[in-house]
């Protein structure tokens, strides 16, 4: 019953209404008692006792999507709706994306916004941002949403058509906004999924960042 008036319900029951839920494991998890002993304890959006205050109804903290090029040939391909692009979401100052790395750890990251050149690599030039929705997450609750979503995207889990950044990028932002990537962002993995041989011309990625923080 308090799980049922959360907040963070009403944002779960938008994710699994859509068919964007099958892919994700994590829900299964989501729904297990061991999680709910363990999270609606800790994160009061999942239920847990939290007095609500003036500062908690006035503040609405925008999620953005941070996109990049992996190849200059987007410049050709954007104008028809596709490309080779890594995306990040962006809450409370900082961005969070999902890369492979060759631990089974958490693969979920955390960088400063539109910095993924710097703290990345080269070919991840910055294109554009685009305001998805608002949340009404503290920075707490999102991180601890993050946390658990670590459980699933683990580094060695990241496949390029089933399971990459834009993936992750998607289940965020449904989590904490209710809305969905545009299609675009990771239309290449759809048609690579129809067209094998595409996937030799995908720039492949490094599985080792120097830089970033991985959260």
């Known amino acids: 019953h308090v799980f049922k008036n959360s907040k963070f319900a ?58 990049y090029d992996l190849s200059t040939s987007n410049d050709y391909t954007f104008p028809l709706g596709v490309g080779v692009f890594h995306s990040g ?19 979920i990251f955390e960088i400063r916004p539109r910095n993924g050149q710097e703290e990345l690599g080269e070919h991840f030039r910055f294109r554009k941002s685009i305001l998805l929705g608002y949340t009404d997450f503290t920075c707490a609750e999102v991180k601890r949403v993050i946390y658990l979503l670590g459980l699933e995207f683990r580094g060695t889990s990241y496949h390029l058509t089933s399971k990459n950044c834009n993936h992750f990028s998607n289940c965020l932002a449904l989590l904490v906004c209710g809305r969905k990537i545009p299609r675009w962002v990771n239309r290449l993995a759809y ?12 720039v492949a990625r490094p599985t080792h960042y120097p830089q970033f923080s991985r959260f």
């Open 10 to 67: 009403s944002q779960l029951l938008t994710f699994v209404e859509s068919s964007e839920w099958l892919r994700y494991p994590i829900l299964v998890f989501l729904n297990r008692q061991v999680f709910l002993s363990l999270s609606l304890r800790g994160m009061p959006c999942l239920g847990g006792v939290r007095e609500s205050s003036s500062e908690d109804i006035r503040h609405r903290e925008p999620v953005v999507l941070n996109i």
């Open 191 to 202: 048609l690579i999924t129809c067209v094998p041989f595409l996937e030799r011309f995908v």
């Open 89 to 107: 979401v962006q809450m409370y100052g900082r961005e969070y994306a999902f890369l492979a790395i060759n631990l089974s750890i958490s693969g």
